[in-house]
């Protein structure tokens, strides 16, 4: 994806005033959002010092726009910092999108607060990307012999520097490395100020004392071993809280295990005595199911034997009927005997 970006005009003078970003400012928390124009427009003014002018164009365009105003004042929910972070929030333009980090810095980049963490990792992904450190407490302002390296980079493309085959190439890749420039808060020129009811920014006077590249150069070195033992500090610190951290997730697993194991062995406890007593009342029912059927076939032997015993007695009865002899009725005798002699 190529991402293009305005040539400067000539005759651009690169001026931000407050004013331009009242349309930004009164929504929300109008305190925090003019706070942060008044940090970064401050930041602005010392960098038009010290940059190219192409890279105080790109900055310049960026900073127009007004969109980096961000209602939260919590870094990591800064749109600018989660931009760069997160890689989304403006979908035009790359992750290591140097103007996105220059607001982020100039607001959050202050030395009479504390630094966070989470923005001195942020100054460690861009001195990565850069190929310098970058010091959390410190203004960057790039500047290189370069220009079209200088771009790509701004742009957030990443360039690997080729491996250098002679002493003139590598010393020509020295003479390549980024110029970082440097501001006093307490004691910049730029100033604020009320102009008919509007805020607007004085233009710097001019600062003494030599090239401003050298000065960037020696600010450079004198912070890089702060920035260095501040970097040992954060790492000893992250793997402290990650030792912590580990801690207390073996301890939660072991207890989220023992919870679970425990009530694993309460519902086979209470789904083993309720099979149990399930099964004694069947085994219960059984027997007594078997004792009525046993008391019906003891009645149904004592009537069988009942039943037997009128039939042993019937039969006899009847065969003593049978034997008994006939004998003659003289009543009928007579009778029959009268009746022939009629006849």
């Not at 861009?126 to 079209?148: A, T």
């Not at 790509?152 to 493309?157: C, F, H, I, P, T």
């Not at 032997?301 to 008994?324: C, F, G, I, P, Y």
Request: proline share 5%; aromatic share 8%.
């Amino acid at each position: 994806m190529d991402f293009t970006f305005s040539k400067c005009i000539p005759g651009c003078d690169h001026t931000l005033a407050p004013y331009q970003f009242e349309n930004e400012t009164p929504m929300g928390n109008t305190h925090w959002r003019r706070t942060q124009v008044v940090k970064v427009l401050g930041s602005f003014e010392a960098a038009k010092r010290v940059m190219s002018q192409q890279g105080i164009h790109q900055v310049y365009e960026f900073l127009k726009a007004g969109r980096w105003i961000s209602e939260s004042s919590k870094i990591s929910d800064h749109i600018a910092y989660r931009a760069l972070k997160l890689g989304h929030g403006y979908e035009k333009y790359p992750r290591f999108h140097y103007p996105r980090f220059f607001v982020v810095h100039a607001i959050y980049g202050s030395t009479n607060i504390r630094t966070h963490d989470c923005f001195i990792k942020l100054c460690l992904d861009m001195s990565h990307h850069w190929g310098i450190p970058i010091n959390p407490s410190k203004p960057f302002y790039p500047r290189l012999e370069d220009s079209e390296k200088e771009l790509a980079l701004m742009r957030g493309v990443y360039l690997e520097p080729p491996k250098p085959k002679t002493l003139e190439d590598l010393y020509a890749q020295s003479a390549s490395i980024p110029v970082v420039g440097s501001y006093d808060d307490g004691q910049q020129s730029c100033s604020i100020h009320e102009t008919c009811g509007t805020t607007g920014i004085i233009k710097p006077e001019p600062v003494h004392g030599g090239n401003l590249l050298h000065i960037g150069e020696n600010n450079n070195v004198n912070t890089s071993h702060a920035f260095e033992r501040r970097l040992s500090e954060l790492e000893r610190n992250f793997e402290r809280r990650m030792a912590g951290v580990q801690r207390n997730l073996d301890h939660r697993v072991g207890k989220l295990v023992e919870h679970h194991i425990s009530k694993y062995q309460a519902r086979l406890q209470m789904n083993t005595t309720r099979a149990e007593a399930d099964h004694e009342r069947r085994l219960s029912e059984a027997r007594e199911k078997a004792r009525e059927i046993h008391h019906h076939a003891l009645r149904a032997q004592k009537n069988a034997d009942t039943a037997v015993k009128m039939a042993e007695a019937l039969h006899e009865s009847l065969n003593t009927t049978t034997k008994r002899p006939v004998t003659a009725d003289p009543y009928n005798d007579k009778h029959s005997s009268k009746r022939v002699r009629d006849v």
